[in-house]
């Protein structure tokens, strides 16, 4: 069965950095565009940082430009996403997805998720003192 499965979630204070991770099983996923998402309560799923499969390109949410970073392992089959400076606004439940291409996340809208073949169950990260 090909998944992706995200962890590394958790608690951490405003400041602070975490790394999450999305690992892939049954597919290859250096061949697929790895995108990152979040979803606070109340609010719709939103778009924070994109790696492109061919070519490595990345696209960032401007509200997490200079303190989220995106890469690979491909030898893991894995995708880190590198969270510094932690505000409390980043208190979210995390997904990543797999797909054919990104989706500048700039200009990403929910509806779009089909674009992407594979999701994950999500991780859930507080920032909170």
């Known amino acids: 069965q090909s998944q992706v499965v995200e962890s590394g979630g958790g608690l951490v204070q405003p400041g602070g950095s975490l790394r999450l991770s999305c690992a892939a099983s049954?597919?290859?996923?250096?061949?697929?565009?790895v995108g990152w998402f979040r979803q606070a309560p109340g609010k719709e799923r939103e778009a924070v940082l994109c790696i492109s499969g061919r070519d490595g390109m990345v696209f960032s949410a401007d509200s997490v430009e200079g303190r989220f970073t995106i890469s690979r392992d491909n030898a893991k089959n894995t995708v880190y996403l590198q969270m510094d400076s932690l505000k409390p606004e980043d208190t979210a439940v995390y997904y990543c997805a797999a797909g054919l291409g990104c989706i500048n996340p700039r200009y990403y809208v929910d509806s779009d998720a089909p674009h992407y073949n594979y999701w994950g169950q999500g991780t859930q990260v507080t920032v909170s003192s």
């Open positions: 049954g597919f290859t996923l250096a061949s697929y565009a």
